[in-house]
């Protein structure tokens, strides 16, 4: 009996002291960034933006932050740092949903004084859920705590211990989605007009302008979220610029009828942003040799890098200004701009019917 229990007082010992290297594994390596940023002599790689968001918010270093969707991850945030002697961190949601961007932007103030936000404002970002997704359940809570006590889902994990550690090991030492292409996605990517046509097949029939007065009030509430939060911080310099989806997505918004609320989306949103000393906006939709070239896509919205590149050289020298007094004709010409792509430019690549 004596001897039963000896064993198994040893067994017990071996499975916690097991328990603990796997633990201290992952809390050394720490591929979410739970607990601390990368030990000297190693570099951040971010290539799992939902995982590792909240907890890179937290640990990392840094006075400036790069936020939105997708389509914003493929620009390298270190030439901002040069351009504008910052240290940014990119703060990214797949959706771009204000409220969620918002969310993570409230995680960043409590523990940074920001100098910078370069915000890529997406349209669909301002009519979607004013509440964020975060509050409905859909993350893993323990990443967006600090207390160590929910992280047994993290620190006994073997995809954790298996997978992802040994893939942010590969992700290191080959130099990917480190420094400024943190979560850059284009390599492996196609882009092309065949391969943004595959994303877009172009109805026949045009459907009657939509009703969207059940969006005004998210729009509104969103919108005003982004005023509340400029006001809070009159110290930081926030930069908006709205990036230039395809002429295929708006020839998608005439074909079922939400130009309208396009527009609408636009003109409640730039005259409140430019009320504010602290704020600039840049918008790029207007540029009819990117977006009428869908060579430079791959679906209706995913540009090529040198689209990124090029959006952040304007911003740098000051080009593609938005201001109080130019909006109302920026906004005139991007109507007179659809009307084109609508009646003539879209059939470059489409037959007319």
């Not at 797949?94 to 370069?118: I, P, Q, R």
């Not at 110290?235 to 002429?247: I, L, V």
Request: contains cysteine; hydrophobic residues 40%; aromatic residues 14%.
């Amino acid at each position: 009996m004596r001897q039963k229990k000896k064993g198994l007082i040893l067994l017990l010992g071996c499975i916690a002291v097991e328990l603990f290297l796997i633990a201290l594994a992952v809390w050394f390596f720490d591929p979410f960034y739970q607990y601390h940023a990368p030990f000297p002599g190693r570099q951040a790689v971010f290539n799992d933006r939902d995982n590792q968001m909240p907890g890179s918010i937290r640990v990392m270093d840094y006075d400036s932050v790069l936020v939105g969707s997708s389509v914003v991850e493929n620009c390298d945030s270190e030439f901002l740092d040069r351009q504008f002697g910052c240290r940014s961190l990119k703060i990214i949601r797949a959706s771009g949903s204000a409220a969620d961007l918002l969310y993570y932007l409230d995680m960043a103030w409590k523990e940074h004084e920001l100098t910078n936000v370069f915000w890529c404002l997406d349209l669909p970002a301002l009519n979607s859920n004013a509440q964020n997704t975060f509050q409905q359940g859909n993350e893993i809570d323990y990443l967006h705590t600090e207390s160590i006590l929910d992280d047994g889902t993290y620190l006994w994990n073997k995809d954790i211990l298996f997978v992802t550690i040994p893939n942010i090991l590969a992700y290191e030492k080959m130099g990917r989605n480190v420094g400024g292409h943190a979560y850059d996605w284009s390599e492996g990517k196609e882009f092309s007009a065949q391969k943004a046509m595959e994303a877009y097949a172009k109805p026949a029939d045009v459907c009657e302008a939509a009703d969207f007065s059940h969006r005004k009030e998210d729009i509104g509430r969103n919108v005003e979220a982004l005023a509340q939060q400029i006001e809070s911080h009159p110290e930081t310099t926030f930069r908006f610029f709205f990036p230039p989806y395809s002429m295929s997505w708006w020839d998608c918004a005439y074909v079922n009828g939400e130009l309208e609320e396009k527009f609408y989306i636009l003109e409640q949103t730039l005259p409140v942003l430019l009320a504010y000393e602290n704020v600039e906006v840049y918008y790029f939709q207007d540029e009819v040799q990117i977006i009428s070239n869908l060579d430079n896509y791959m679906d209706l919205v995913h540009y090529s890098p040198e689209v990124n590149q090029y959006m952040l050289d304007c911003i740098a020298a000051g080009e593609k200004r938005v201001t109080p007094e130019n909006w109302r004709e920026v906004t005139a010409g991007m109507r007179e701009l659809v009307q084109l792509i609508t009646g003539d430019l879209i059939y470059r690549y489409y037959p007319r019917q």
